[in-house]
């Protein structure tokens, strides 16, 4: 049996029902723990002092924001090829999620930004990026609310999802063309494995991580629930009037 | 050249509309579509026209020879009479031919701009329209809507004597009397039943 | 397709003065900066290039508003729909009409308006270099704004929302090309930036837009 | 009338966000400027002032367009008008209810948008104070804007050029309370101007207001 | 009440349309205005509700006492039916008789979106405003425009059993025959010849 039979709304819900509690159990641990272990049993940084705990929540946040836009543009392919409803479903219940996560890291990075660099914000590259992203956020949950027929605005949003990424990665280059900047570079680089950052900060980040992204994982999945019964409620109300 | 409509039915707003349509025009006939308001018509003529999907069922007809008139007749205010035929026959790749004007009773009319006309002859304006682009499959809905009598006839005139003549194809929504002998299609029998299924959220039931 | 580049600049030019109004709004912005931010020369001078380039930006947008609008309205929209031009047709020619109604007329008077906010002298030709390569991407990306918004009513505020992010690359690169012409830098990456995002918006977008179109016909 | 304000208000929610959409326009100026200007947080403070009032008076100027655009398209406003509401009341109403939908959150969001562009710590109370005093003034100059440019097609930009020129007094009062906010200077001066222009503006405009459409409606 | 109308001239767009029209109509009756496209039935209609001045002659009526309706008949597309009745009751500051609804057949679409009705089902919600707003003298301009003959019978009801039973004075535009019984006015003898004078661009000549 294909991957794509859980892309109906019945077998969707069935799927997802029982697991959502065992994620949301499972990210509710890691971030209780990772948060715990980065708070209270970490040293504070020799430069940066106790401030270096807010990296547990904004990095993680900001790995969420950028994967949650990813996960809507792959929704959004798969809605405009195959045109299975619940991926549309799931681009949108997606979006939601995704602008909190950059919120999250706009303001831990603001609070982070006072002590470090002496200001709450600065037109620095990573930061104005994720600025647009939070605007390109803003734009595709307007658009999704202003239209009234379902299929309309998923096929909508799905185009500008799909235009609106390749303007966001013009963006990333055009905002570091622009101005170089004070945000330090990544130092955990997936594909190299180096890393410019001690075990003691690292372990904890890691279980954050995986935290947030469990709950992205399970927070989609609910919404994306109530998204299909929402249409199913419209469903059932057209057949009634008719 | 023949439309030939097969088992279609067509949803509005996600729900349901008309299902099981079935019928055949054959080329130089009309065909007017009956029915009481909020029955299915103008939904049934845009998916002929092939602006919206259909939910089921084919619609077979040449595609580049289709054309689709409603109220909104895509007349611009700000041009007159002329530039405003002028514009369609250019779009279409056709010349005008001077006879329209007559036809449609525009000729005191030509260097006026469109929007000081009043509602019948703008409408005459958006029938003309149909005469400019030489489209041989013409869907209209309410095409005589404000008319008085004498256009109406004069209409129906044009239709029979320039359009069908000419092996043209014509499916017409209206609830006058056109004069013109077609047969009819009463829609009543094809309206949905609550339980036909086919809307475009049936997938969530 | 000519013949709908002819109507449109006709309409605009009926509609009571389509050539001058954007470029009309464009001079007021320019005019408000001074009252907000103050007189003195020597801020005006530091911020030109970037207030002229965000106000031939709003300028644009502006005007974008009604592009597909006004041929919803009236029906049309779906007549072109099934017309023998093709959709992609169509959302080319409204960028190209967009850009010769604003686009242009903004860029001949950029310079005029230089003077208002006392631009350096060696920043003229760069300004006029990067007007005349950027703005007919501001052109098309607006029209696959306008196209994804034409059906909802109060299309123009969020047309706004979903088109300034777009612009961004547009603005940083164009800003940029004037701010290093008026300090005697060299300019041209920034220039090519921007032809290629020119170039790029013209062969993409006019696909995405007739797409939009199309599913907001339905 | 207050049955007209309820259902504006309701209106602008169901039409996608008439409240957020002002507002993110608001937003979104505030964001560009910097990508014209330059990241220096120097420059950026020194024109926050200006540039944040210079952004709200743009969004409420987007905002305006239909205000009465879309109740003469589909035939209200003559209807409104053989109604015992008087024009007058109606053309109040409607700047009310842009200010709600537009003012009064764009009020509230400046001062987290004041962050933005490194305005001075001393010029939020300022700030704020000036754009609570100076946004219903932009409503209802705006409303007297629409009124006259309603029945034309491509009213929205042609209302732009009739309204800017009437806006820069409380253009300029506003963002000279907000700088000497900033300098930590007294604003008072500049505030109790405002305050005169908005009740001005709401004792007259409505007749002007009211008489326009009249004309229009013919 | 009585609503007399004497010598009347009406212009549109600096042209002179009709002249010297004059009746009476008297309370509890009904005046049909018929007249090919371009006569000038929409102008008079107009001038006699007071939305734009007549080039000479009076209208005599109590000016509170009128209501206007067109092809535009106000509606919000975002406003359910029920909201769009009740805003009108609002502003003329009636009370909304409940059975408004079961007189043009709106029952089942009191809470649908005024956007997603089909043309003729939004044009019983314009009609239907008629009897809520509660005013004494209506002038129609082609009221029933796209309705099919059910729902122009329907109309026709209201019109003769309520709104003119209730002493309610009516003038309507219109090329179909709406069954009730009226006496008609033909406006082609009024039509302005050439020469008439009277347009608002005299003073120039
Ligand atoms: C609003 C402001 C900020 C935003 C939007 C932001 C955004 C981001 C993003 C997107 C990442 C993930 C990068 C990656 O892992 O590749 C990140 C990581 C990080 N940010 Fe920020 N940031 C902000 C402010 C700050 C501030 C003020 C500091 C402190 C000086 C800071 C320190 C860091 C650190 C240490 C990392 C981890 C980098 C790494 O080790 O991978 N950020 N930030
Ligand atoms: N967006 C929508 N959502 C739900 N229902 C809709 C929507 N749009 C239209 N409908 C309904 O679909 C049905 C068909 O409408 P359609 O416009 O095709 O009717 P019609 O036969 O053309 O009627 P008329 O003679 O009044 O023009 C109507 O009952 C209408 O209320
Ligand atoms: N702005 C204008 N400038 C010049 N002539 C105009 C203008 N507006 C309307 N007219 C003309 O005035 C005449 C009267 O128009 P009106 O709309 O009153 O006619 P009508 O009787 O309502 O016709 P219909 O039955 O077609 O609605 C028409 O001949 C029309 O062409
Ligand atoms: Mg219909
Ligand atoms: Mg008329």
Known sequence: MSIWEY???KKFIATTTPLVPWVLGVAIACLVIGLFWGFFLTPDDFRQGSTVKIIYL????ALMAINAWFMMLLASLVWLVRRHHVSALAARAAAPVGIVMTLIALITGAIWGQPMWGTWWAWDPRLTSFLILFLFYLGYIALWEAIEDPDTAADLTSVLCIVGSVFAVLSRYAVNFWNQGLHQGTSVPVATGERTISDVFFVPLV????GFGLLFFALVMVRTQTEIRVRRMRALEMRMRS | ????VTDLSVARGGAPVLSGVSFVVNAGSALVLRGPNGIGKTTLLRTLAGLQPAVSGTVDVPEDAVAYASHADGIKAQLTVTENLAFWADVHGTTMPDSVFGAFDLDDLRTRLAGTLSAGQKRRLGLARLGVIGRKVLFLDEPTVSLDGFSVKMFANWLRDVHLAQDGIAVIATHVDLGIDAPELELTPFKSTAHAGGGLDEAFL | MIALLRRDLTLAVRAGGGFGLGLAFFLIVVVLVPFGVGPEAAVLSRIAPGILWVAALLAALLSLDRTFALDFEDGTLPL???????LEGVALIKGVAHWITTGLPLTLAAPAL???????MSAYAWLLASLALGTPALSMIGTFGAALTVGL??????????V???????????????RRGALGLDATTPLLMLAGITLGSFALLPFAASSALRVNLR
């Open chain 1, 58 to 61: 904004h990095v993680p946040a």
């Open chain 3, 153 to 162: 009513r109060r299309g123009g505020l969020l047309m706004s929302l979903l």
């Open chain 3, 80 to 86: 072109l729909a099934t017309s023998p031009l093709p």
């Open chain 3, 164 to 178: 300034l992010p777009l612009y961004v690359p547009t603005l940083i690169f164009g800003a940029e090309a004037v």
């Open chain 3, 114 to 120: 230089g003077f208002l906010l006392n631009l350096e």
């Open chain 2, 1 to 4: 050249m023949k439309l030939t």
């Open chain 1, 207 to 210: 279980i954050c991580m995986v």
């Open chain 1, 7 to 9: 892309a109906n709304p």
